[in-house]
């Protein structure tokens, strides 16, 4: 057996004991870690989007906030694009959704912190399993720092797309402008030909 299938069936192992609803083994974190460097991100993936108990490994730590363990499988991952399908395998009750229905302020704030400003709105728009986005699951069971964190993340995600849409639309104004120019400057310096009549 390689170390990389020795390193997927020990993360398989490692997420079945933490996963177990009735006596959950909580993982040696150092271990984790060193498991998680030497897979790629489509083996964890692999891995971490399967339900234990009918959960992922995700929605169990979101729910438990267990934030240690959030924080290690999301750092691990190396782009937000693997972490957003980390975060969205079970699309009805995402992570998101769990942390903001029992109130696990920081584990909120760990999942949207790793994720593009694109990417937090996505997440915070999705409606859950009872119709209910992660706002309205923590303002309807009164969890108003996980509300107030949620609302803050919001309009700063939506700053920040709005300024990135705005640097784009300038950026293409601005290439727009060089192409006008160059095409001013090569009408202008063609030599005027006056025609000879003979």
Same mark, same amino acid.
């Given at each position: 057996?390689?170390?990389?299938?020795?390193?997927?069936?020990?993360?398989q192992?490692?997420m079945?004991?933490?996963c177990?609803?009735?006596?959950?083994?909580y +993982?040696?974190m150092?271990?984790?870690?060193? &498991?998680?460097?030497?897979?790629? %991100?489509?083996?964890k993936?692999?891995i971490l989007q399967?339900?234990?108990?009918?959960?992922?490994?995700?929605?169990?730590a979101?729910?438990s906030?267990?934030?240690?363990i959030?924080?290690t499988?999301?750092?691990?991952?190396?782009?937000?694009a693997y972490?957003l399908k980390l975060?969205?395998?079970?699309?009805?009750?995402t992570?998101?959704?769990?942390?903001?229905?029992?109130?696990?302020t920081?584990?909120v704030k760990?999942?949207?912190?790793?994720?593009?400003?694109?990417q937090?709105?996505?997440?915070m728009?999705?409606?859950?399993? %009872?119709?209910e986005?992660?706002i309205?699951?923590?303002e309807?069971r009164?969890?108003t720092?996980t509300?107030r964190v949620?609302r803050?993340y919001?309009?700063r995600?939506v700053?920040m797309r709005?300024?990135e849409q705005?640097?784009?639309?300038?950026e293409?104004?601005?290439i727009?402008d060089?192409?006008?120019?160059?095409?001013?400057?090569?009408?202008n310096a063609? +030599?005027?030909?006056? +025609?000879? &009549?003979?």
């Amino acid at each position: 057996m390689s170390s990389t299938q020795s390193a997927e069936q020990l993360l398989q192992d490692m997420m079945t004991q933490y996963c177990k609803w009735a006596s959950p083994v909580y +993982p040696d974190m150092k271990k984790l870690r060193e &498991v998680l460097t030497l897979l790629s %991100d489509e083996q964890k993936l692999h891995i971490l989007q399967q339900k234990y108990s009918g959960w992922t490994p995700l929605n169990h730590a979101a729910a438990s906030d267990g934030t240690e363990i959030i924080s290690t499988l999301l750092t691990y991952a190396q782009s937000s694009a693997y972490r957003l399908k980390l975060l969205m395998v079970d699309k009805d009750e995402t992570p998101l959704h769990l942390a903001a229905h029992f109130g696990h302020t920081e584990s909120v704030k760990m999942i949207l912190d790793c994720l593009t400003a694109d990417q937090q709105i996505q997440i915070m728009s999705l409606p859950g399993r %009872d119709g209910e986005t992660a706002i309205q699951k923590a303002e309807r069971r009164r969890k108003t720092d996980t509300m107030r964190v949620l609302r803050e993340y919001q309009h700063r995600a939506v700053l920040m797309r709005e300024q990135e849409q705005r640097r784009r639309q300038q950026e293409q104004q601005r290439i727009n402008d060089e192409k006008t120019r160059q095409r001013l400057s090569g009408i202008n310096a063609q +030599p005027n030909i006056v +025609p000879v &009549v003979i």
